[in-house]
């Protein structure tokens, strides 16, 4: 039994239901990562003991740790660890960008010219009008 699980149990002792929570939400990625079934029902007894004790938050708590204990635990029994249950695919996303587009890390125009470079002159014009206008005013 971890240290965390220790502490949890003596939390639980105590009365600090949320303690008990915390530490118990703490250690089940780590035994769900690990595929420890030992520790993940050690984490599923105190979290039914939070659930028939503590007050009503501690209980919803409890019982959403214990819904996430059961998933992570196959109904065949032996946890295997969560690296070797997951199967996924990488698929390239967004939109390809032609090299002849970039130019010194800057996206440019059809002319060549660098839109962020347009945008800044641009934005700093309209603050330059802008104060023109106010200070005829």
């Given at each position: ?5 220790k ?5 639980l ?10 530490l ?7 035994a769900?990562l ?6 993940l ?8 003991q ?26 065949q ?12 695919e ?12 970039v130019?010194d ?6 002319s060549?010219?660098p839109?962020?470079?347009?945008v800044?002159?641009?934005?700093i ?13």
């Amino acid at each position: 039994m971890t240290d965390a699980l220790k502490q949890a149990r003596k939390a639980l002792a105590r009365g600090a239901a949320d303690e008990t929570l915390v530490l118990l939400w703490h250690e089940l990625e780590a035994a769900r990562l690990a595929g420890d079934e030992r520790a993940l029902r050690t984490i599923e007894r105190l979290a039914g003991q939070v659930a028939g004790e503590g007050d009503e938050g501690q209980q919803r708590e409890a019982e959403r740790l214990l819904e996430t204990v059961r998933g992570a635990v196959p109904a065949q029994g032996g946890a295997q660890p969560a690296t070797l249950q997951l199967d996924g695919e990488v698929h390239q996303a967004g939109e390809q960008i032609e090299p002849a587009d970039v130019a010194d890390g800057e996206l440019v125009g059809k002319s060549g010219f660098p839109i962020g470079t347009l945008v800044w002159v641009l934005l700093i014009a309209a603050v330059v009008l802008i104060n023109l206008i106010g200070q005829d005013r």
